[in-house]
């Protein structure tokens, strides 16, 4: 866990006179596919800036600092650092962030990006460019993060598959393609040239993190290096002098140095994609210019608990200069803190500092209420500055466990530690049970899950039962509904509805967050028409946009009489409607629910939320049920390497699962498998693959998208989750919802 180290006064003057001058300053992060070697990375960095003996870098995982991480040799969180580091005889701070490479991890990847500039892309030289790597390098161009490349593990190209020097060479070469396909798929237009790595300019680093050292092609032609030195290091076994000749740390810190751009330079193509402010404004200038003289503006990346001190907020300064003791604002929270400490990383430890300046990442005690993603702002712009965009996590809680203490009486202790886990890993979900008092944890993944869990056992000491997972669904309709009455319990109010489903392209809009609740509505219904072909009086309409589940409540009434009244209740009771549907009480996905007509009361006490939000709930129900409802469920993307002799073997586990081939490509020695599979069959998968290719095969998964559930397989599952759920085996009608349809 997190302590605190006090530093001398003279190497706190060096670290805060250099974090003033933001040309000497970088933002930077591994981001790989899992056990492609970046944390083994991070420990070699660790030694170069002097903060792990030789001896154990490459082995200490020094930046896997939760018990579990050392236990499981995996990344489970993001951890932040302050290098050290003089290049060109001079001295800079490299903020560094070492994330995790596992699918389910995926969350903590998104929040480190945004106070990343740049992005130190790992490849493990056999895998290549894999799934994982896929997607962080996307999640890294979304987020207009710089990235370069160190190609990894080059022993293993030596010692394994025993290739020759000029084999290893178009290999690399090979690779750099690959990823600048990535690069030429993703990133924004006006980087799609100029961000492709180029090996000549010192762009891709080769080397092997587990041994130390690290090249590029411009320091090997400087030093007369050749790939047939590299063999024979490892074959007549001087590698020790390869990592003392080429420091792995002093090679990736100067390309790092080099080729990813300081806060200042950075900023001013950041700003107008993650901030939706004036850029032309005050407070755009400053944070186009990463300014410390400007206001405060800090985007906060993550929110972690500390045992002794509490919650600890980290995040980036983009504007101003953040001082312990200042008062601040959470737009989120909409509240005001006061600044009680200000720190910055060292790995596990927080070293104490009085101030941090724009361009840094900075790590605060007092803000308590702010969660990943927030903006803080100094309070004299409380309100008069917007938010940072939102951050979207590309994997959804879709496997879930219940807990259930051993002790009831301790059931309030572990609820309480759940609500802090979800506040450190926001792509968990906890949800309480009413009927049956269990608690209900989702992930993104099995592991996920088991890491949460572990973790909640060793902060709690609480003896508890976790359940086998199950996965989450989503109910969805396939046709529109007629008009459904919902009334009100008193009968007074009458509420009328159909529904239908929701176009992907206006999924797409609500999930890139082009389209949000709260913007313009003139500028939401442009949007709609333009792209999605909306129909203008509908978009014109629109009352709530739920971001969480897609789905979408538009008012197509005229000169009705009170409804102005009670709109915030119909809103209420549509979120409320979509969290659980009336197929088996799973979240509602994709739909599109339009209010035709109402009768509202004239006494504002016959027409509270007790009688609004059931009549809308109960109209909008009966409207699902009518329109071919259905269940959906998550597919995983499988990207399957494996010797060509094990295809057959591979692809028949797969169909067993119900799984589906997208691609397949073959190399000389390895073929490459794309496919989909649902979660549902995705737990013995890992096994079965092994098993079947002899242990050669190696493989990703991480989340795809939702599909309908095969019509013959759907009342079944549906039945199967409601008796799960206590609830009645027979599926409800309309009519047990509304007195006649």
Do not use: C
């Not at 300053?25 to 420990?43: E, F, M, W, Y």
């Not at 690069?183 to 799609?192: D, G, H, L, N, Y």
């Not at 209420?572 to 659980?580: D, S, V």
């Amino acid at each position: 866990m997190s302590s605190v180290v006090r530093i001398v006064e003279k190497q706190l003057d060096e670290i805060l006179a250099i974090a003033r001058n933001p040309a000497q300053i970088r933002n930077a992060g591994t981001l790989a596919h899992v056990d492609h070697g970046k944390t083994t990375t991070s420990d070699s960095l660790l030694m170069g800036a002097g903060l792990l003996s030789p001896k154990v870098a490459g082995k200490a995982l020094a930046m896997d600092y939760v018990e579990i991480e050392q236990l499981r040799q995996m990344t489970v969180k993001a951890a932040n650092i302050s290098l050290y580091f003089e290049y060109g005889g001079k001295p800079y701070l490299i903020n560094f962030v070492d994330t995790p490479g596992h699918v389910d991890f995926t969350g903590h990847v998104t929040r480190s990006l945004r106070v990343m500039d740049g992005g130190l892309v790992v490849v493990d030289a056999v895998e290549g460019v894999m799934t994982q790597t896929e997607t962080v390098v996307r999640q890294a161009l979304e987020e207009y993060v710089r990235p370069v490349l160190f190609i990894n593990k080059i022993d293993r190209l030596i010692k394994e598959l025993k290739l020759s020097p000029q084999e290893i060479m178009q290999r690399i070469l090979t690779i750099v393609k690959e990823f600048n396909s990535l690069i030429e798929m993703f990133a924004p237009p006006e980087f799609k040239d100029s961000w492709k790595v180029d090996p000549g300019k010192g762009q891709v680093a080769l080397g092997s993190a587990l041994h130390k050292w690290g090249i590029t092609i411009p320091l090997a032609q400087k030093t007369g290096l050749k790939f047939s030195n590299i063999v024979d290091a490892y074959e007549k076994g001087y590698v020790d002098k390869l990592a003392e000749e080429y420091p792995l740390y002093k090679t990736l810190l100067s390309m790092i140095i080099e080729h990813i751009p300081p806060p200042n330079v950075a900023q001013k193509y950041r700003i107008p994609r993650l901030w939706r402010g004036d850029i032309n404004s005050d407070v755009g200038k400053a944070l186009l210019e990463a300014d410390p003289n400007g206001p405060t503006v800090i985007a906060v990346s993550k929110v972690n608990v500390d045992p002794h001190a509490g919650l600890i907020t980290t995040g980036r300064v983009f504007s101003g200069t953040i001082r312990e003791g200042d008062e601040v604002y959470i737009i989120g929270a909409k509240s005001k803190r006061k600044v009680l400490q200000t720190y910055i990383y060292m790995g596990p430890s927080r070293i104490v500092v009085p101030y941090m300046p724009a361009g840094n990442i900075v790590a605060l005690l007092g803000t308590d209420d702010a969660r990943a993603g927030d903006t803080i702002v100094a309070t004299s712009f409380a309100d008069k500055i917007p938010p940072f965009e939102r951050m979207r996590y590309i994997s959804e809680p879709v496997v879930t466990v219940a807990i259930e203490p051993k002790n009831p009486a301790e059931l309030a202790r572990l609820v309480e530690a759940l609500k802090e886990q979800v506040i450190e890993d926001p792509t968990l979900d906890v949800k309480i049970d009413q009927e049956t008092g269990q608690i209900l944890l989702s992930g993104v993944g099995t592991l996920h899950l088991e890491i949460a869990t572990w973790m909640l056992k060793e902060r709690t000491k609480i003896e508890f039962t976790v359940s086998q997972p199950l996965i989450r669904f989503r109910e969805a309709v396939r046709a529109r509904s007629d008009v459904f009455e919902g009334k009100s319990p008193n009968k007074h109010n009458r509420l009328y509805f159909y529904v239908e489903p929701l176009d992907e392209t206006t999924i797409e809009l609500i999930a890139t967050r082009e389209i949000t609740e709260d913007m313009d509505p003139r500028d939401r219904a442009k949007i709609l028409r333009e792209k999605a072909g909306w129909d203008t009086d509908e978009a014109r309409g629109i009352w709530a946009v739920d971001d969480r589940y897609f789905n979408v409540l538009v008012d197509k009434t005229s000169g009705i009489q009170y409804l102005r009244e009670i709109r915030d209740y119909i809103v209420q009771g549509f979120r409320w409607t979509t969290e659980a549907g009336p197929l088996a009480q799973e979240p509602i996905r994709g739909l599109k629910v339009v209010l035709t007509d109402a009768v509202v009361h004239e006494d504002p006490a016959h027409r509270g939320p007790a009688q609004i939000m059931p009549a809308t709930k109960n109209a909008i129900f009966a409207a699902i049920l009518s329109a071919k409802p259905t269940l959906l469920e998550p597919l995983l993307r499988l990207d399957i390497k494996v010797h060509p002799d094990y295809i057959g073997a591979v692809t028949s586990v797969l169909n067993k699962h119900r799984g589906k081939i997208l691609d397949m490509t073959q190399e000389e020695y390895m073929a490459m498998i794309r496919a989909e599979l649902p979660v549902l069959e995705s737990f013995t998968i890992s096994d079965e693959l092994r098993a079947a290719a002899a242990g050669k095969v190696f493989w990703s998964m991480q989340f795809s998208r939702w599909s309908p559930v095969p019509e013959t397989m759907l009342m079944d599952l549906v039945k199967q989750i409601r008796k799960r759920k206590g609830l009645k085996e027979e599926i409800p009608k309309p009519t047990d919802f509304i007195e006649s349809y």
